[in-house]
Nanobody, 128 residues
Framework: QVQLVESGGGLVQAGGSLRLSCAAS????????MGWFRQVPGKEREFVAA????????FYTSSVRGRFSISRDNAKSTVYLQMNMLGPDDTAVYYC?????????????????????WGQGTQVTVSS
């Protein structure tokens, strides 16, 4: 059983930056693909970014490409989401997730149902 704990959320002005972290425990972190999703009230949880188990494959949703950067440190069992040039539309609860199946771990999955474990989320609020 993998436990994921997000941190780094908060309130930031438009144009600012935040760095989210997701610390994993209870599993072999290097065998999991990791993803970030976000959700606003009344909407479905949406894909933001993902990285394969070895960091070689990365995907971003189009709205964050060029502004957000996902990375992982397998030695620290942590995945990061560096968010720059934030705007009000980025306001959401951000969740990290882990995908353990070998068929998924070597990719960077973009679908919610491909992930096995989820964190509790961290709130990001961007003021205009």
């Amino acid at each position: 059983q993998v436990q994921l704990v997000e941190s780094g959320g908060g309130l930031v002005q438009a144009g600012g930056s935040l760095r989210l972290s997701c610390a994993a425990s209870g599993g072999t972190f290097s065998t999991y693909a990791m993803g970030w999703f976000r959700q606003v009230p009344g909407k479905e949880r949406e894909f933001v970014a993902a990285v394969s188990r070895n960091g070689g494959v990365i995907f971003y949703t189009s709205s964050v490409r060029g502004r957000f950067s996902i990375s992982r440190d397998n030695a620290k069992s942590t995945v990061y989401l560096q968010m720059n040039m934030l705007g009000p539309d980025d306001t959401a609860v951000y969740y990290c997730a882990a995908a353990g199946a070998p068929s998924r771990a070597y990719r960077a999955p973009r679908e919610r149902d491909e992930y096995d474990y989820w964190g509790q989320g961290t709130q990001v609020t961007v003021s205009s």
